[in-house]
């Protein structure tokens, strides 16, 4: 299925959010992310279910000043 992930167009075999953290390898602290503009809680990726054209963002905290 194609989502945008930061405004950029990908293809993706995820079918939930937990499935998209996993296929991105993104680390299980310091990530927030939101679906179309709505912040999902870490709790509810797993419940939370991706459709064609869903737009992601996905914000990953980083150490530094």
């Known amino acids: 299925m194609k989502i945008r992930i930061n405004n950029k ?3 993706v075999l995820a079918e939930s959010l937990l499935d998209l953290a996993k296929e991105l390898s993104l ?3 310091g ?3 939101a679906v179309n503009n709505r912040m999902i809680p870490r709790t509810d990726w797993q419940q ?3 459709k064609d054209d ?3 963002v996905i ?4 150490c530094g000043g």
Do not use: F, Q, W
Not at 59 to 62: E, F, N, S, W
């Open 9 to 11: 167009e990908t293809d």
């Open 54 to 56: 869903d737009n992601i």
């Open 48 to 50: 939370t279910a991706l």
């Open 31 to 33: 990530v927030a992310v």
């Open 59 to 62: 914000i990953k905290a980083v």
């Open 27 to 29: 680390p299980e602290r």
